[in-house]
């Protein structure tokens, strides 16, 4: 074994067991029983610690209670949604008899900050609905109403945006907004055997004919920030986690990924590892990754199984 992969193992039960399905190949049981430890050791078990007697982290949906932009803060990452979304980044099982017993307290309780809307219902941004798809039918909601929403908040160029709805309302669609909701209908589909694949189809097609970073149009590259790769992405792309989509999706690699797997590629480190790229701002329960500048477990994990896959391994 070489080193890189014995340095991604010595890390969290979250990252050890992707390393052992993704890269080892290893038998099947191992890997369960591996992933069975998110919930009670680690960043899973820490997550899970801070939720509340209501079943929400922090008090809130998307914020916490008695955060607002008015208070001239860094957004906060420390309520219900964010924390499920890194729950499933974590691959906590879906089956853990807590998350079942989350997923009816925030039913009970939960409510969107707008529109006071049932926290499983969604509301009508795609961001968070493309993550409330992927935590609802991971851990058991039913999230279908949500699902139909986002066939009738699809673009007429393939993806989603955010921001349709505010102001006189955006027609072009956005990287981030189009891979929130392609990672939400793909778990659906996955957990629930009922087919998202026309949507998904436009959606990823969407990021393809812009080489997954650059706009269609103009052919320059959208934002810099698709360059450095984050960790939780939260509401940030980048093409590290485009890519990492397009694999689990099933997709095999072609002409118009090449571009984002060169990126990828020249961001290995001598030393085999790729480096945390982005620090977060906001208060978070704990830190996910390394600090900006240093290696990052998840980035090298991420890196490695998309090359991996890149290189037909």
């Not at 099933?250 to 090449?258: S, T, V």
Request: aromatic share 8%; charged share 25%; hydrophobic share 40%.
């Amino acid at each position: 074994m070489d080193d890189v992969t014995t340095w991604l193992l010595e890390g969290d039960p979250g990252i050890r067991w992707q390393v052992m399905q993704d890269l080892l190949d290893a038998p099947q049981e191992e890997v369960d029983a591996e992933r069975a430890r998110v919930a009670h050791e680690g960043f899973g078990a820490a997550l899970l610690a801070a939720r509340g007697d209501d079943g929400l982290w922090a008090g809130g949906a998307w914020a916490p209670a008695g955060w607002s932009w008015e208070l001239g803060e860094p957004q906060a990452w420390t309520s219900t949604s964010w924390v499920l979304e890194s729950l499933c980044d974590l691959g906590m099982p879906a089956d853990e008899p807590v998350m079942a017993e989350t997923v009816e307290l925030i039913a009970r309780n939960g409510r969107w900050e707008y529109g006071d809307l049932p926290f499983w219902q969604g509301e009508v941004d795609s961001c968070i609905n493309g993550r409330t798809i992927r935590a609802g039918a991971r851990f058991g909601a039913d999230v279908s109403a949500i699902v139909a929403y986002c066939e009738e908040d699809q673009q007429p160029d393939g993806g989603w945006n955010c921001f349709r709805l505010e102001g006189e309302g955006s027609t072009r669609s956005s990287f981030a907004s189009t891979i929130s909701v392609l990672e939400g209908l793909l778990e659906y589909q996955q957990r629930t055997g009922r087919s998202t694949a026309a949507m998904r189809e436009r959606g990823m097609a969407y990021l393809l004919e812009r080489s997954l970073l650059r706009g269609l149009r103009s052919g320059e590259i959208v934002s810099p920030s698709y360059l450095s790769f984050a960790f939780p992405p939260r509401a940030r792309y980048d093409v590290l986690r485009a890519l990492d989509h397009l694999r689990l999706a099933g997709l095999d690699p072609e002409p118009r990924m090449a571009e984002a797997i060169a990126i990828v590629r020249s961001k290995r480190q001598p030393d085999g590892r790729w480096l945390s790229e982005y620090d977060d701002p906001g208060a978070v329960q704990l830190h996910l990754d390394a600090p900006s500048g240093e290696p990052s477990r998840w980035n090298t994990l991420r890196a490695l199984r998309v090359l991996r896959w890149a290189d037909g391994g």
